[in-house]
């Protein structure tokens, strides 16, 4: 029968409603040291640290510094600290990825050397060393003021945002090697890159800009960010489809006209300071952060500790709602500098089929996005009517992007038919470049009704235009996307 344009299949999945039911946040790398940036190459997910084992320390005789960065390579089952020149208390504070390497900024930072402190470094890896080797680049600026908030890369052009000392912004052609500065822009912490002429940068405090030109000037796009509020600190950028968000302290904001105005959209948010966003297909993250600073008793004195709270709000409607996903996270947990209650989020990635969280209080979360992304109730299961392709995202992309689409519930056919009978039907979704020449197949097979997702890694394709194609009960769709390097 049909019901509201959808079909509905009268089956129950109890294996199914069980394992969603069941399914919640578990910690996959505990340690005390925040973990406040994530890089994802491939199915390699890396993440940074500020370097010490304690949230807050006023005598640095007490402080316990613990590695910058971790690699996984097996989605969060083991964890590996590799060396760097700065080997502790560096703040891994962001990344860029260009294919199958990744840049690091780091600040603040002791060197293997004992004694001798840094201000900036930026670090390259690559896949064919598995991210255990990392090279030092040459930083942008001598000046021991600079600290690096964010990096971006897009094409061939590194960008990095960062202190006003002298510059805030900086760009790069030939990684890392040689630098230039860019101007009207101060305080640079999120930055955007979605293509030469649309690079997006988010100021401390003095709001949303945007340069056509890779950052050698910039135009404030402030409409709807009130003058001299929490709005015009930008913790986070990210996009979706066509729309770009903004996360500050006094929660979300979306602009659906490449960021000439901006909308608040915190419908269910129940914590507005919002550190981090992250995407995967039609769906948005956002990591929330409250802290007060308070006082903890520990061993003969009294030191200042941090109350945190905050955790993880999901939106399946380009941003007008969001849910908390939180279930699994702590309730309350002691940390030697006072007690953390909830969870205290600083960073989002999606790797594979996890969403993994980064904490404040310490360690990295990982979820399942099955769990968040298609929530599944007991009854009947509505499935979708029609077919449908959606854009990639994010596009343009390196090396790796992510395609959503749709499947309806399939009719009987007569003998011959490639639909059967039990509601699967055949789907092909594949890739083909500007000759029409099929590049890679992402699916082929038989696939229940509902809405997919499926991984594309580019990496041994050439930069340029391509299409995916997609077949499925006699219907077609086809979208263009174009891999950058």
């Known amino acids: 029968m049909h019901k509201r344009g959808k079909v509905v299949v009268g089956f129950l999945l109890i294996a199914v409603f069980s394992a969603s039911a069941e399914a919640q946040w578990v910690q996959s790398l505990p340690m005390k040291s925040p973990v406040i940036s994530f890089a994802v190459s491939g199915t390699t997910l890396i993440a940074g640290t500020n370097g010490r084992d304690t949230v807050v320390f006023i005598d640095t005789s007490l402080a316990r510094y613990a590695p910058t960065i971790y690699v996984t390579t097996d989605n969060g089952t083991s964890w590996t600290a590799p060396d760097t020149a700065v080997k502790w208390g560096g703040a891994a504070r962001c990344f ?81 090697t040689n630098w230039i500065a860019g101007g009207s822009i101060s305080e640079v912490t999120a930055l955007l890159a979605l293509s030469d002429t649309n690079l997006f940068g988010g100021s401390a405090g003095g709001g949303m800009f945007r340069s056509t030109n890779n950052g050698t000037s910039w135009t404030p796009i402030d409409s709807g960010l009130a003058a001299g509020t929490d709005a015009k600190w930008i913790n986070c950028l990210a996009s979706s489809g066509t729309s770009l968000f903004a996360g500050t302290p006094a929660g979300i904001f979306r602009s659906s006209n490449n960021g000439t105005s901006w909308t608040k959209v915190n419908a269910g948010l129940s914590d507005t300071n919002v550190t981090a966003l992250a995407v995967s297909g039609s769906t948005i993250f956002a990591g929330t952060s409250t802290q007060t600073i308070d006082s903890a008793f520990e061993f003969s004195g009294w030191y200042f500790g941090v109350i945190v709270g905050g955790g993880v709000f999901r ?89 959503l689409y749709q499947i309806a519930g399939s009719r009987e056919y007569g003998v011959g038919s490639r639909e059967k009978t039990d509601g699967m039907g055949h789907v092909k979704l594949a890739v083909y470049d500007l000759l029409g020449r099929e590049v890679a197949v992402l699916v082929d097979g038989y696939q229940t009704p509902g809405e997919h997702r499926v991984t594309f890694d580019a990496r041994k394709l050439a930069s340029g235009v391509y299409f995916y194609r997609l077949s499925a009960g006699g219907q077609v769709a086809v979208k263009r996307m174009i891999l950058v390097r």
């Open 315 to 403: 939106s399946t409607d380009n941003g007008s709602t969001w849910t908390a996903v939180n279930t699994g996270f702590p309730t309350q947990q002691t940390n030697l500098r006072g007690t953390l209650t909830d969870i205290d989020i600083r960073s989002l990635a999606v790797c594979g089929g996890t969403l993994f969280a980064g904490a404040y209080s310490g360690g990295v979360w990982q979820r399942p996005l099955s769990d968040m992304v298609t929530s599944v109730e007991p009854g009947p299961v509505e499935v979708p009517a029609q077919y449908r392709l959606e854009q990639n995202y994010p596009n343009p992309f390196n090396p790796v992007t992510t395609i």
């Open 96 to 176: 860029a990825v260009n294919g199958s390497t990744v840049y690091a900024g780091i600040f603040d930072g002791l060197t293997n050397n004992p004694g001798l402190m840094i201000s900036t470094v930026i670090y390259s890896s690559n896949a064919s060393t598995n991210f255990t080797q990392w090279n030092a680049v040459a930083a942008p600026t001598p000046d021991f003021y600079f600290w690096v908030f964010s990096m971006a890369f897009l094409g061939s052009n590194l960008y990095i945002g960062g202190s006003d000392a002298p510059f805030a912004f900086y760009r790069s052609t030939n990684s890392g």
